[in-house]
């Protein structure tokens, strides 16, 4: 098995098994996922999302009018007043913000046995995997 291949299916399944802490926030992943864009990543219009996502735009309108009616998100005219600029509400911060915690916490729970020449490898490793997921076009 090559590195790539490894890494590829290590991080598949450790976000799988963290994902399992998202239920707790009472919606979907596809709208959970689209609220971490704009509450990590900063407002954005419909299509800037639904291009973050790498859904079309009718899909991220869907998502979009969940997470509205949920008041999860509210829409905003921007100068161009033609444009609108999602934005979350501090409903849907929050909820984000649990939601990383959750996650955070089961993952630091699961670290909790490892050694500290383990923890300072796997910091090393996470500033490694930021500077190759940028890398990758």
């Not at 990590?40 to 009616?69: C, N, Q, W």
């Amino acid at each position: 098995m090559s590195v790539a291949d490894g890494l590829h299916s290590a991080a598949i399944h450790l976000l799988r098994r963290l994902r399992l802490r998202d239920h707790a926030s009472g919606i979907g992943p596809a709208q959970l996922s689209a609220l971490s864009v704009l509450v990590f990543g900063g407002p954005k219009s419909l299509g800037e999302l639904a291009k973050a996502e790498d859904v079309r735009p009718p899909t991220m309108s869907r998502i979009v009018a969940a997470l509205e009616h949920a008041g999860l998100l509210r829409r905003l005219a921007t100068e161009d007043k033609r444009r609108l600029s999602l934005h979350p509400t501090p409903k849907g911060i929050k909820m984000m913000q649990e939601a990383r915690r959750r996650r955070v916490e089961a993952l630091a729970l699961a670290l909790a046995s490892s050694s500290k020449r383990e923890l300072q490898k796997l910091g090393e490793l996470t500033e490694l995997m930021r500077q190759i997921s940028q890398n990758i076009q």
